[in-house]
């Protein structure tokens, strides 16, 4: 079986999640400072706050950020619901875009300018060209659940160049992974110290009532991460490179592989940026037949996404979305992982052309 997805755990990120459960701390101890320490370096940005889900570090981004009710929220119709529910979550309201066939992200001359905020999604880890936006709204929030390790001509995704705040994911399909986990970075102090409240239920000392007092003034939950699981995410950090040159690499390989097959290959970086390639996803004729096929046969592709206008919580008419529609009628993605092997990854192309000989004449 080949999965389209996979993390790359080695012996190394196993002693570094052992010496955490020896230790004094199994939560919100040294080893979250350090791997928040970690992608401050990594991005360049001034801030970094972990969370326990990248789906929680995009709901403190919106709740930090002041979106409620009555806000509309940009969001590309081709990407992974949290991007969308993390406007609900604060009241505000999911206005979804058509995106660019071009780069299979949201289009920054189109964005409306009546919005109050914007999630720019990096689709399958190619940077939205933020510098371009035609109208910014107040506030843009990049979800980059895709992109660790990509990088524009502005510098690393994550430095927040041309947004206020940047989520990552750290799911293991992710480009690096703690088990579940996110982390939301900025430049700006106030967002940061918002952040981190809003994580950590709320809480702000009050060492001027007393060395244990403190007061909750406003909206928290319980997001942290654990000491256990940044553990994991700074010895992974440590092959961040690594992992997103082997990524690039089975992608030029694949470009390479699959020139003479009828099928669309996704966007490549333009001269200058780097593609952090969490996905391969292709455009294929007959989908649903090639996604069986491939299945059948134990290469588990799969689909990245039912556009969001698909689900009925941020419904719409396709025909809104035509961009959007012809896309996705032949998404399909292909598996990519750092420990993908060329043999394994040749049987994905042999297999794939195989299935498209049935329907292609
Ligand atoms: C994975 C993902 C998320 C959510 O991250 P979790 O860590 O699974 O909560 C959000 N947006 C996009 C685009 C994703 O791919």
């Known amino acids: 079986m080949i999965p389209y997805g996979r993390q790359s755990v080695d012996d190394d990120d196993i002693a570094a999640v052992t010496a955490v459960l020896k230790g004094d701390w199994l939560t919100q101890g040294p080893a979250v400072d350090e791997f928040e320490a970690r992608l401050c370096e990594i991005t360049g940005a001034r801030h970094a706050v972990a969370f326990s889900s990248g789906t929680a570090a995009l709901h403190a981004a919106c709740f930090a950020a002041g979106l409620g009710a009555g806000d509309r929220v ?8 949290a991007s ?44 939205v060209d933020l ?72 809480v702000v000392p009050r060492p001027d009532l007393g060395g244990w007092a403190y007061e909750i003034a406003e909206e928290g939950h ?10 994991l995410g700074t010895s992974q950090l440590a092959k961040l490179e690594r992992f997103v040159t082997r990524r690039n690499h089975l992608a030029d390989r694949y470009r390479d592989l699959l020139t003479d097959l009828p099928v669309v290959l996704p966007p490549a970086a333009p001269v200058g940026w780097r593609h952090a390639y969490h996905l391969f996803p292709v455009q294929v004729p007959a989908r649903t037949h090639v996604y069986d096929a491939l299945r059948a046969d ?40 750092p420990d993908l092997t060329e043999d394994e990854q040749d049987t994905v192309v042999v297999k794939l052309e195989a299935a498209l000989s049935e329907v292609v004449a």
Do not use: W
């Open 74 to 81: 940009g969001v590309p119709a081709l990407t992974f619901a």
């Open 84 to 127: 969308a529910a993390c406007a609900t979550y604060v009241g505000a309201t999911p206005v979804v875009l058509d995106i660019d066939p071009a780069t299979l992200n949201l289009d920054p001359d189109a964005v409306p300018a009546d919005l109050e905020a914007l999630v720019a999604v990096h689709y399958a880890g190619l940077p």
């Open 298 to 337: 134990e290469v588990m592709v799969q689909v990245h996404y039912v556009p969001l206008y698909g689900h009925p919580r941020f419904g719409g008419d396709p025909a809104a979305f035509p961009a959007t529609e012809a896309v996705y009628r032949g998404l399909l993605s292909l598996p990519l992982f």
């Open 222 to 231: 319980n997001f942290r991460l654990s000491d256990i699981a940044a553990a």
């Open 131 to 202: 510098g371009r936006l035609a109208a910014r709204p107040r506030v843009v929030i990049e979800d980059a659940a895709h992109a660790l390790g990509a990088r524009t001509p502005d510098g690393p995704v994550g430095n927040c160049a041309h947004s206020d705040l940047c989520c990552f994911s750290f799911h293991p399909v992710k480009v690096v992974t703690t088990g579940e986990g996110g982390a939301v970075t900025t430049n700006d102090d106030d967002l940061a110290a918002a952040l981190r409240r809003f994580g950590r239920h709320g």
